[in-house]
């Protein structure tokens, strides 16, 4: 191995794979939970920023089956699938869909909307059409070589049918005459591009207005395609059971590029009423996050809304891989992150002989530290201050002060134990005999919901960092997010090839990474993602309420002495409080759909059992603001007035404004 051998350098790899690589690098445990992708009907792949949705309609690309087939490796689809499908599709970033907007200002106000709606549909249209003629020809060409999936889905481009097709695509209604010089599929494709490129010059003020035949052309979104699909089929040109999947790519953008140009939702509503269609001639797949969808499924020029289960299905990768008290309602994360980072290390060229652990990365990064262990490391063979002894009985310090030198994590749980039955306020009386008095199997519950936050104090006492480490950790800070996982393996390598001799690399093939180095990566790799917040919408907006909320939680665990919120890293809203509208409310959702807060709804302990709502910090975001990760026992209860006048005093005055105190509903919930 040599200095700048980081398998997991390149975190976004799916638009660069060859399909040869896509298949040593794609994992079949997505696509095993993903049944309705290859199903009939619309299908909306959602998820959060890395968590591959890109690659899971990737799998669908005729490329990428010619290579499993040629590789001779399983198609990682369902049992019993329809093989019979070719799929074209449009990725809107690298299409760059964001330029049909470049001259909308031109037109008349009242006519805008209509305008880029129309436009819209059309380049959408004539692009699609264009991949599907290409993956045609393409397929065509293959099969010429070598018969390569030609008994699933064999493409007949003899001359006869192929000029038969010709004659009756062009005479269709659709095309206002667009393609009457077409004489084959060849032609159709070299005239489809035309029209692709004018639209590309005029965008980009190459022309100044769009020639009259296309103006006076514009198809309806989704009609021109459906109407190639059914003759395709028709003419025997592809088998008369094949689907056509239209694949569309990065829809987010289409949600970024209506704030941005403040042309409301037109461009989502226009794919809203394709999927609206129901056309059985053709199935869309749309590849998604959360915010672009949930926001708007309004469709256009109707004012209805789509209805799910009818108009579409949905996959839900963040979902698919969430940990359920049901095991069987998804998939396990671990496994995931496991044969991702297999796969990466083997298309590295590591090589993967005598294994002595089961995992793969336990035998990278070893077991995660156990808290007595971590505390031990803290700790070293340094003395407690004598304030942490103050208000105790002569037995109670001198029984502190020895468990403190062999087990300082429990000596610690025993102080805040004691915090809490008020010894230290009300004066009273230990026993002579202080070891009966803390029964650790009576308590196992109650110290197991305060080790994390007891380590973090602990290691902020002794002015250490906060030690992440091992493959659970590596794992559960990922929050089920394959982008994630990668960010850290790729900081954690680095910062052992950064500190490891030439002469080490060399002999070495899979390394066993200490525990100093993965705290360091894990320490950028938190960072990184906490930077990355400034990215995308609202994203110095985000930034600040996650600072505010992160260095919230850090300060109520440092001030919380007696252990007594342990849960106190996420905060808790009335459900009916947040189903209203405001700006602190805004910036929740916001943080929420782009990843940075994990949200679900709880069960409240409060007497008036209302229905509410919990949000954490994405668990990546936790070292960075040295918190624990591990959600255990009640939120901070609190209502909306009292966050934002919380938020705003971190905004305008700072880290020492936050208020920590628990508020009096926080006090009968737990009492005193």
Excluded at 340 to 368: A, C, D, M, P
């Amino acid at each position: 191995m040599k200095k700048f051998d980081n398998p997991f350098h390149d975190l976004w790899v799916t638009e660069i794979l060859s399909p040869i690589e896509f298949v040593s690098m794609f994992s079949p445990i997505v696509a095993s939970h993903a049944e309705d992708l290859f199903g009939t009907g619309n299908v909306i792949v959602k998820g959060r920023q890395g968590s591959g949705k890109s690659m899971l309609l990737g799998l669908l690309s005729t490329k990428t089956r010619i290579a499993y087939e040629r590789a001779k490796q399983t198609y990682p689809a369902p049992q019993g699938y329809n093989k019979k499908f070719i799929s074209a599709g449009i990725h809107l970033i690298k299409d760059n869909l964001r330029i049909v907007s470049s001259r909308i200002d031109e037109k008349k106000e009242n006519s805008r909307k209509e305008w880029a709606a129309a436009t819209f549909s059309d380049y959408m249209n004539y692009l699609l059409l264009s991949d599907l003629i290409s993956n045609i020809l393409y397929l065509h060409d293959e099969q010429l070589e070598d018969g390569v999936l030609k008994d699933v889905i064999k493409v007949n481009l003899s001359d006869s049918k192929n000029k038969s097709f010709s004659l009756f695509i062009k005479k269709q209604e659709v095309w206002e005459g667009y393609l009457d010089s077409c004489l084959s599929l060849e032609e159709i494709g070299d005239r489809v591009k035309e029209r692709i490129s004018t639209y590309r010059r005029f965008f980009n003020f190459n022309c100044d207005v769009l020639p009259s035949e296309i103006e006076g052309s514009k198809t309806l979104i989704g009609e021109p395609v459906a109407v190639f699909a059914d003759a395709l089929r028709k003419f025997e040109i592809l088998p008369a059971e094949t689907q056509v999947l239209l694949r569309i790519d990065q829809h987010e953008e289409l949600y970024e590029l209506e704030k941005s140009t403040g042309h409301a939702d037109v461009y989502r509503e226009v794919i809203n009423r394709a999927l609206a269609m129901r056309d059985g001639r053709v199935s869309y797949r749309v590849g998604t996050r959360h915010y672009a969808w949930r926001n708007n499924i309004k469709i256009w020029g109707s004012g209805a809304f789509l209805e799910n289960m009818r108009d579409y299905t949905t996959i839900d990768i963040d979902y698919i891989f969430k940990r359920h008290e049901n095991s069987s309602l998804g998939a396990s994360f671990d496994d995931f992150a496991e044969d991702v980072f297999i796969r990466r290390l083997k298309s590295y060229g590591v090589v993967l002989n005598e294994i002595k652990n089961e995992s793969i990365l336990s035998e990278v990064f070893g077991n995660t530290l156990k808290p007595r262990e971590r505390a031990q490391r803290y700790v070293g063979s340094k003395a407690l201050k004598e304030s942490f002894y103050t208000g105790l009985s002569k037995e109670w310090c001198l029984y502190l002060k020895e468990l403190w030198s062999i087990n300082p994590l429990e000596a610690w749980l025993i102080r805040a134990w004691l915090e809490q039955r008020q010894q230290v306020k009300d004066n009273i009386k230990a026993s002579a005999f202080p070891e009966s008095e803390f029964d650790k199997s009576v308590k196992k519950y109650w110290i197991k919901e305060r080790n994390e936050a007891a380590l973090v104090q602990i290691a902020g006492e002794m002015k250490e960092m906060v030690l992440w480490s091992g493959k659970r950790h590596i794992v559960d800070l990922s929050g089920w997010n394959i982008l994630a996982f990668m960010t850290i393996c790729r900081a954690v390598w680095a910062a052992w090839l950064r500190s490891t001799p030439d002469e080490v690399l060399s002999s070495t093939t899979l390394p066993s990474i200490g525990v100093d180095k993965q705290v360091i990566g894990i320490y950028e790799a938190s960072r990184i993602w906490a930077e990355k917040l400034k990215e995308g919408a609202d994203g110095d907006r985000r930034y600040e309420f996650i600072s505010f909320l992160g260095s919230w939680f850090s300060k109520k665990l440092r001030n919380d002495k007696a252990l007594s919120n342990p849960g106190h890293t996420g905060f808790s809203l009335l459900k009916h409080e947040f189903d209203r509208s405001s700006d602190i409310n805004y910036l929740i959702k916001s943080c929420r759909d782009q990843g940075d807060l994990i949200e679900s709804e709880h069960t409240t302990k409060t007497k008036d059992g209302l229905l509410r709502m919990k949000w954490y910090l994405n668990p990546l975001l936790c070292p960075y603001f040295r918190i624990p990760h591990v959600r255990t026992k009640e939120p901070i209860y609190i209502n909306r007035n009292e966050l934002e006048l919380n938020f705003s005093a971190f905004v305008h005055k700072g880290d020492d404004s936050i208020l920590v105190d628990r508020k009096p509903f926080q006090n009968d919930l737990f009492g005193d």
